[in-house]
């Protein structure tokens, strides 16, 4: 299975439609990040989420994802660009609730919290919307922010369904938007499939791509694009010495002088960057003024 996200509309009734599937991403993610079941199926959900929320965006820009619970998991943070890029970290790796998988997702993320997602819209704007945290998964939570921060009717289902032993046996998502003129009883349609298991079922039976989307808008789907996405990090050398940077001459010095070096670990990649002695010299007499800016 190859992850993808597919852009669609819906004609005659006016529905765009985006579909996700991330299996592939949400297990290599799992991996990098040591995640037990209940954690792992909770950050597939979201990332899952950030993709569909970035997709819905316009230009090259990114969305964050956030969730504070007061649930063993925590919180979790999902940053998810238009290019189908992802990325992420959850607070508590380690949770784990045997039993039904269906369950154990609610119980980690608690009865309470904060679920907000932070839109870059470019040129320096941003927009973010919160919505209160009620008992239930986070996709039933991201239905509520849908009703209450964002102005366009939507419907959306997200499904991290284990087959056998593997916690992410399958993780897909979809979002069906009415567009300006489009017809409200068709998306109360598409609402109301989901309600009643549709796109679950669909993906249980392995349906994927356009047919695992026509469950839930049936025959009317047209497909624009269809592309890759993955788990990709945009860390490098120079923002984690950007970061050392940012201590100032005066930390910098105070570093120099006790551990020598300083040591950035990615929280999304796990990579790890070691600024050592001579380097941070460099960046203190620059930041100094003895130096040129590189
Ligand atoms: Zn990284």
């Not at 269906?102 to 470019?122: E, K, M, N, Q």
């Amino acid at each position: 299975m190859k992850d993808v996200l597919l852009r669609g509309l819906v004609r005659p009734a006016d529905l765009r439609l985006i579909l996700v599937e991330a299996t592939d991403l949400s297990r290599m993610a799992r991996m990098l990040h040591g995640l037990a079941p209940t954690s792992a199926s909770i950050f597939a959900e979201a990332m899952t989420a950030g993709l569909l929320l970035g997709a819905l965006q316009k230009g090259e820009t990114r969305v964050n994802l956030s969730l504070e619970v007061d649930g063993p998991l925590s919180g979790l943070l999902v940053d998810a660009g238009t290019d189908g890029s992802v990325r992420g970290h959850v607070r508590r790796p380690d949770v784990h609730f045997p039993g039904d998988p269906a369950i154990g997702p609610c119980a980690a993320l608690g009865g309470s919290g904060t679920l907000s997602v932070l839109r870059d819209l470019g040129k320096g704007e941003f927009y973010r919307g919160s919505v209160e945290v009620l008992p239930g998964t986070l996709t039933d939570n991201l239905r509520r922010y849908f009703a209450a921060s964002e102005q366009v009717a939507t419907a959306i289902d997200i499904r991290v369904l284990p087959t056998g032993k593997e916690p992410l046996g399958m993780v897909a998502g979809l979002v069906v938007q009415k567009m300006p003129e489009g017809s409200v009883d068709a998306l109360e349609t598409a609402r109301n499939r989901i309600a009643g298991g549709a796109f679950l079922d669909a993906l249980a039976s392995g349906a994927k791509d356009e047919a695992l989307a026509r469950s839930v808008v049936g025959d009317g789907l047209e497909v624009l694009t269809r592309g890759p996405v993955s788990y990709v990090c945009n860390c490098s050398r120079q923002r984690a010495v950007n970061a050392a940077s940012a201590l100032g001459h005066a930390g910098i010095r105070e570093v120099l002088a006790e551990e020598k070096q300083v040591v950035i670990d990615c929280e999304f990649c796990k990579k790890r960057y070691v600024i050592e002695e001579a380097e941070l010299s460099d960046i203190a007499r620059r930041l100094e003024g003895d130096l040129p800016a590189c």
